[in-house]
């Protein structure tokens, strides 16, 4: 009997500690925010609202619940007392909430309708190869199906570049994070002294993105077969990179000499789209797919967690030994960085831009964004004349949120991605008072270079500080949080919110206003707010995360979490056209099966009143991550990734979509309203 020592490929641990810098773990902060925490962080809370979003509404009378009780009276009598958004948002959650579940199903509200739609293996180009059940499909059939592990999702319209209302015809595009071995052949992964090139070939097109041509057939969504514009990208597609590390020293490898391209993008979490109507593809846990065994590994290697054993899946073991995985071994093996792979891991890490309604074009490494654990992005609307800003978390335990501005203006006749080429990376700083500061990461910045010259860090060029981002970071004293994941700007306010997902690695000591709790397993949301042009902005968190009880905030502006609307983990969000804040959950399979929480779920949120309702909720041992709309809000996307999380290969522990006892599959679902109303009224 064959030997499938398929325990061996460990997928727990993907978001591994990797900050070992000792800045600022906060003891002296501790001092400045116990006296700030003497007002109470609700009161600065309360006083941040009062300065920004209450700009929107003298509503704070509303805030003390967010039960569906006061869901119902905020929506009739409150509104009385608010006076514009809280107002016009209540009707957009008129849905009935939804109890937490542990079904092996999508539940929506009543009067709304889930649909599975393009589940992993779909096929989408080429000679389309059907999907076969009991996953034996070749690596050459996934590189023309869409790929498992659907996670950022974005709908753009066919008019997207003129008037972006198409409501029944655009680009579904979505990444692919990773996959469950155990579950992605028949008899889960082969390892031995080498791997199955098939089965490595398979893996790698399982990963990166698929742009998907979808169109309304009456009231059914469907893919557009043949169309042009359906396409894979995968972990080896060839791409260009762009910014300051393109043609650096440190990203020249065999494959390419002058280190201006690479192969392939992979553990694609969140997303982010442009201004321009591109599609950015996060490079998220992708440090693990690399091996360096060599005695010393590179600050670029060791301050991301590079494997010293193993790649994730071992792809360097391909029984082929084909050039193409080989490169998964940076181990120096050659007489020079262009006779091997040293530099492999270098060309990822970062951002990746995609033109989905050019099939042609070559996807874009972005390196002014910096090389980190990408989460996603997400971008401030854009000001004609105006430098492009964007936003990207650092998913790791005690990692920074980041912010870039173009060094040149938008202007809508001429934008492209090469706005993202050049400007400048900065980090954040979150004050114990509320404030809050972006910590340039520029060498040409002398507050930065005294800062490296105190920390006796040297890099030989802007492109070497990027791609160690994050030690430059660590260099500036930057705020390590609870895991930064999504982010979302309001489309009117600016007014940025990102998820801090948990970080159980923080104790008592380490705590600090932006993250204050020790042993964090529920995480929260931080927001901030912020002027065009300024480099300081002002924050304060949105909610908690946790058990029914859970109170954010104090007196009279205090929110307490409900049986309506309790959650953990938060990860994936959006905020839609209309100001409506959706947040998805992450919990792990056992915070899922021994929690309050029930499986992973969504959430709709006022981000004025607080109000906050649970929408849908997911599968077994599913995420539920990546949401997005149709222009006119009558169709939600949402991805289910990874159900059944905790298989074995002769043991499912979820079978959706198909039930009975098929084997599970990520997949998209299409919700809609059943009398064709908005999404959430
Ligand atoms: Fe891929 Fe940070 O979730
Ligand atoms: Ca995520
Ligand atoms: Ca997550």
């Known amino acids: 009997m064959t030997d499938h020592t398929i325990y061996e490929i460990d997928n727990s641990g993907i978001e591994p500690l990797s900050n070992n810098s000792n800045n600022t773990t906060f003891a002296e902060v501790m001092t400045q925010r116990r006296q700030f925490l003497k007002g109470s962080l609700g009161t600065a809370v309360a006083a941040f609202m009062g300065a920004s979003l209450v700009a929107c509404g003298g509503d704070d009378d509303d805030k003390k619940s967010n039960s569906s009780s006061s869901a119902s009276s905020s929506s009739a009598p409150a509104s009385s007392s608010s006076s514009s958004v809280s107002s016009s948002l209540a009707p957009l959650l008129g849905f009935t909430a939804i109890a937490a579940n542990r079904n092996d199903a999508i539940t929506v509200p009543a009067g709304y309708t889930a649909t599975t739609f393009v589940p992993w293996g779909t096929p989408l180009t080429g000679s389309m190869p059907a999907y076969k059940g009991d996953a034996s499909n070749t690596g050459a059939d996934q590189e023309q199906q869409v790929g498992a592990h659907h996670d950022g999702v974005h709908f753009f319209p066919m008019d997207a570049k003129t008037t972006g209302t198409n409501s029944s015809e655009g680009l579904l595009v979505m990444n692919h994070e990773y996959l469950d071995d155990k579950i992605f052949h028949p008899n889960g992964a082969t390892l031995g002294a080498t791997r199955p090139a098939d089965e490595v070939r398979k893996e790698i097109a399982?990963?990166?993105?698929?742009?998907?041509?979808?169109?309304?057939?009456?009231?059914?969504?469907?893919?557009?077969?043949?169309?042009?514009?359906n396409r894979r990208i995968t972990g080896a597609t060839p791409m260009d990179i762009r910014g300051p590390a393109s043609g650096y020293a440190k990203m020249a490898t065999k494959y390419s000499p002058n280190g201006t391209a690479t192969r392939g993008t992979l553990n694609n979490c969140g997303m982010g789209y442009t201004?321009?109507?591109?599609?950015?593809?996060?490079e998220e846990n992708w440090a693990g797919y690399f091996v360096n065994k060599d005695a010393t590994q590179p600050r670029e290697h060791k301050r991301y967690g590079v494997g010293t054993k193993n790649g994730r899946y071992f792809w360097e073991l391909a029984d082929s030994g084909a050039d193409e995985y080989v490169r998964f071994d940076a181990s120096t093996k050659g007489a020079t960085a262009l006779d091997d792979y040293r530099n492999e891991p270098n060309t990822f890490g970062w951002m990746v831009e995609i033109d989905p309604f050019d099939p042609e074009a070559r996807p874009q490494k972005r390196t002014a964004l910096g090389r980190?654990?990408?989460e996603g992005v997400i971008f401030a609307p854009a000001?004609?004349?105006?430098?492009?800003?964007?936003?990207?978390?650092?998913d790791s335990q005690n990692e920074y949120i980041y912010k870039f501005v173009s060094a040149e203006p938008f202007h809508k006749a001429t934008a492209g991605g090469w706005l993202l080429n050049s400007g400048v990376l900065y980090v954040a700083k979150f004050n114990a008072d509320g404030t809050g500061e972006w910590l340039p990461l520029d060498i040409t910045n002398s507050a930065f270079t005294a800062k490296a010259a105190a920390a006796g860090v040297t890099f030989a060029n802007q492109a070497d500080l990027l791609i160690n981002t994050r030690l430059a970071a660590d260099i500036m004293g930057a705020t390590?949080?609870?895991?930064?994941?999504w982010g979302a700007v309001h489309p009117t306010t600016g007014e940025v919110y990102f998820t801090l997902t948990n970080n159980t690695s923080r104790t008592a000591e380490q705590i600090d206003a932006a993250n204050p709790r020790a042993n964090n397993a529920t995480g929260h949301i931080i927001r901030w707010n912020e002027e065009a042009g300024k480099t300081?902005?002002?924050?304060?968190?949105f909610l908690l995360g946790g058990d029914v009880g859970t109170t954010t905030g104090t007196d009279d502006k205090a929110v307490t979490l409900t049986a309506d609307n309790h959650f953990a983990s938060p990860d994936g969000l959006w905020i839609d056209p209309r100001g409506v804040l959706w947040i998805q959950?992450?919990?792990?399979?056992?915070q899922q099966g021994t929690g309050p929480y029930g499986n992973n779920q969504m959430l709709a949120a006022d981000p004025v009143?607080?109000?906050?309702?649970?929408?849908?909720?997911?599968?077994?041992?599913?995420?539920v991550t990546g949401v997005t709309g149709t222009p006119d809000m009558k169709t939600l996307f949402v991805n289910i990734q990874h159900p059944g999380d905790r298989s074995t290969s002769t043991n499912f522990t979820s079978h959706w979509p198909e039930g009975g006892t098929a084997r599970p599959r990520s997949a998209t679902v299409i919700v809609t309203k059943n009398d064709g109303g908005m999404i959430g009224s």
């Open 275 to 282: 201004p321009w109507n591109t599609y950015l593809t996060a």
């Open 609 to 623: 009143t607080k109000q906050v309702k649970r929408f849908f909720v997911g599968p077994i041992d599913a995420e």
């Open 536 to 541: 300081t902005f002002k924050w304060d968190i």
């Open 372 to 374: 980190f654990g990408h």
């Open 383 to 394: 000001v004609e004349g105006q430098p492009v800003v964007c936003y990207s978390g650092d």
């Open 585 to 590: 959950t992450d919990m792990s399979g056992s």
């Open 206 to 229: 399982g990963h990166g993105v698929s742009v998907i041509h979808i169109k309304k057939n009456g009231s059914n969504w469907e893919v557009v077969n043949g169309s042009p514009f």
């Open 480 to 485: 390590k949080m609870d895991r930064p994941e």
